[in-house]
């Protein structure tokens, strides 16, 4: 329901263009949006999502990324990104982040399937990455969601690591002759 005063704003502003059909209807666009993160990447939407995000949360989001391209060391990287991971399991749970910790089972605080959206939706918008929802199951901890998303970000390093233990020396080494 709107109020008289938020009715005779909206007539205003519609009697003010020249257009056949127009309507009103008030909305959260942030919480709209955010359940709907395609929607805010399309080009109709980009400027109001833009709005609605506010040029701080660009700016930390810009921010997080570059202090992890600055990062060559993985723990360092593990304990810039660990903490945003926790606090978005925390607000999606509502829980205070003092009540769990990374090791934490997700499905064990009372993660449920819409609980997965939209945690995918907000580690989504502030890593830019497109994220399946199924991975709040294969990696039910903030620890393992973490270091998920941080293969993720820099496959190249998901592959340094891989190296070690699947060289052919390596392995015809542990084969007796």
């Known amino acids: 329901m709107i109020t008289p005063a938020e ?5 205003e502003r519609i009697l003010a263009h020249d ?6 209807t008030p909305v959260d666009l942030a919480r709209w949006l955010e359940s ?15 709005s609605a995000a506010g040029a701080d949360s660009a700016g930390t989001r810009s921010a997080l990324l570059e202090s992890l391209r600055e990062t060559d060391c993985p723990q360092q990287r ?10 978005h399991i925390a607000a999606v749970l509502r829980l205070g982040t003092d ?7 997700l499905v064990t605080l009372g993660l449920d399937s819409l609980m997965a959206i939209a945690l995918r939706n907000r580690l989504q918008r502030e890593l830019t990455l497109d994220i399946p929802t199924t991975v709040m199951w294969t990696h039910p901890t903030a620890s393992a969601l973490t270091r998920y ?6 496959p190249e390093q998901r592959q340094d690591a891989a190296r070690p233990g699947t060289e052919p020396a390596a392995a015809s080494s542990a084969v007796p002759s």
């Open 7 to 11: 009715g005779i704003a909206a007539l």
């Open 78 to 87: 593990q304990r810039i990104l660990q903490p945003q991971v926790v606090e």
């Open 99 to 105: 009540r769990f910790d990374a090791n934490t089972s």
């Open 19 to 24: 257009r056949d059909r127009t309507a009103y």
């Open 149 to 154: 998303l941080l293969a993720r970000l820099d």
């Open 36 to 50: 709907c993160p395609a929607t805010a990447r399309t080009a109709f939407f980009a400027e109001l999502a833009a």
